[in-house]
């Protein structure tokens, strides 16, 4: 009987779009408990970052950093030669990429307001978030059916997986953009999709809908958004580290096709 069922020790997490705030996190998360950590993002530059800063909190963390575009099987095939070729298993993939135009000045839009939405910006928000995830999940959840003990898929949902943005608390024309909820969604049917695909492969796969996480967001909105949580808070940035760390390892080995959604109580108002 194996007795902490939550030790990563000797297990590999690939994680997509680790070069983001979340994606650091669940880096950081994981490699505390022992797990190697293969970060990959488009943005290699910022991943090195985040590698450092990883290193400079804990020398012993096990981290690589990989370019990959989530959107290019292309892309996405060279990763996993990279893992073939180092003869590394992969017991867990975490979908985390996702394009946040809101919080990401590249990719920040003048006007978000659904009239004005443009298509070009649909598809390629759709592709990074949605396709992405499906692409991933094909290459290296056929992948992992090879492992002796299975593997692990968590897709990074939100809690724009069960309700709806308020679109009273964002500024006139700058709402959250149609295509993050409707992303967000579909991660959950991918979720129950991948749940009994390779079930019998062992591989289970799981969604996780975190709730908003307090970072440079104005005072008007703090305020706003705060009368839509029974907490009257949003999220600090480590809050999320034990239901990621629980997701990945065997302490949720009979848990298949869910999505654990952890808003501060915001969805049951």
């Known amino acids: 009987m194996k007795l902490n069922k939550f030790s990563l020790e000797n297990k590999n997490i690939l994680i997509t779009g680790a070069a983001g705030s979340l994606g650091l996190e669940h880096s950081i998360a994981l490699a505390s408990i022992g797990a190697r950590i293969i970060m990959t993002d488009v ?23 990989l ?35 809101k919080f990401d000045t590249k990719f920040k839009y003048k006007n978000t307001a659904l009239e004005n939405f443009l298509l070009k910006d649909w598809e390629k928000e759709i592709k990074v978030g949605l396709t992405g995830a499906f692409i991933c999940s094909k290459i290296f959840g056929n992948y992992m059916k090879y492992n002796k003990n299975g593997g692990v898929i968590i897709n990074i949902a939100s809690e724009y997986s069960v309700v709806t943005p308020d679109h009273r608390i964002y500024s006139k024309n700058n709402f959250k953009p149609i295509t993050y909820p409707v992303i967000k969604t579909g991660l959950i049917g991918l979720t129950k999709y991948l749940a009994t695909y390779w079930v019998d492969k062992g591989i289970r796969c799981n969604a996780f809908s975190p709730g908003g996480v307090k970072e440079n967001q104005s005072k008007k909105f703090l305020k706003n958004v705060k009368k839509l949580i029974p907490m009257k808070r949003m999220a600090n940035k480590d809050e999320y580290h034990s239901v990621i760390q629980f997701l990945c390892s065997d302490a949720s080995s009979y848990l298949n096709g869910q999505n654990i959604l952890m808003d501060g109580g915001r969805s049951i108002w």
Do not use: G, R
């Not at 590698?51 to 690589?64: G, S």
């Not at 996405?76 to 003869?87: A, E, F, G, N, W």
């Open 43 to 65: 943005n290699l530059e910022k991943l090195k970052k985040n590698k450092i800063y990883l290193k400079k909190k804990n020398k012993n963390f096990h981290v690589d950093c």
């Open 67 to 101: 370019k990959m575009d989530v959107s290019s099987e292309k892309s996405v095939k060279k990763t996993l030669q990279y893992l073939k070729k180092k003869k590394m298993k992969l017991n867990v993939l975490i979908n985390n990429a996702c394009l946040n135009p």
